[in-house]
């Protein structure tokens, strides 16, 4: 089973995106998908209940060692959404589970500078210190033709202790699409390729850890 670990510095960074995202790229691509869902706001547990009919279902489960312990056995792909600012103690029912921990970051000096600091405390988490546990950053809602966002993405990836493996554009279709509980990954116009596109370099980073 895979398990992908999401935690972010500060509320709103896009977590929810990223497991919602991923979770309907793993759902379409015929896994048996799971969220566990340990944000007090529940966002990625209510859009897996939203799922309709005619989209491949995604399990919900809330957070804790209980939502661990519900998984299924046959389980191919689990993603756990973790609540904001979480230290240590809060991420140890998932860390020793975990074959990835991804960190979405926004563009903001405010956000980066609550980003780098909480990267840093990951760091010294004993199993990523051994490197046991890889951790990459994806910086989200992106506006790419902006100096900001360029800016800010030079300057993450210049101080950040792990890797900036992904770069996703700001678009209102991550907030429409997440209302009815779906993803990009379950349509296949020519319009939202572009934005799967984007999502490339995160999968392939994942693939090669797994």
Not at 18 to 30: E, I, R
Not at 134 to 144: D, F, S, T, Y
């Amino acid at each position: 089973m895979l398990t992908v670990l999401v935690a972010s510095s500060k509320g709103g960074c896009g977590k929810s995106t990223l497991v919602t995202q991923l979770a309907s790229h793993w759902a379409q691509k015929g896994k048996r998908t799971a969220i566990i869902d340990g944000d007090r706001q529940g966002s990625s547990y209510r859009w897996a209940a939203l799922r309709p009919d005619n989209v491949p279902g995604v399990l919900g489960l809330e957070g804790g060692r209980r939502g661990l312990q519900k998984l299924p056995s046959d389980t191919e792909v689990a993603l756990i959404d973790t609540p904001a600012g979480s230290h240590e103690r809060e991420l140890e029912p998932y860390l020793e589970q975990a074959d990835v921990l991804l960190v979405p970051v926004l563009p903001s000096s405010f956000d980066l500078d609550a980003s780098l600091g909480f990267l840093a405390h990951l760091r010294e988490i004993n199993r990523i210190k051994r490197g046991k546990l890889p951790v990459a950053i994806v910086a989200n809602r992106l506006k790419p033709w902006t100096h900001a966002s360029q800016d800010a993405v030079a300057q993450l990836a210049e101080a950040a202790p792990f890797p900036v493996v992904a770069q996703l554009r700001d678009s209102q279709a991550y907030v429409l699409l997440g209302a009815l509980g779906k993803g990009i990954f379950d349509y296949a116009s020519e319009q939202v390729r572009n934005h799967q596109q984007d999502w490339a370099p995160l999968l392939r980073w994942i693939k090669r850890q797994h």
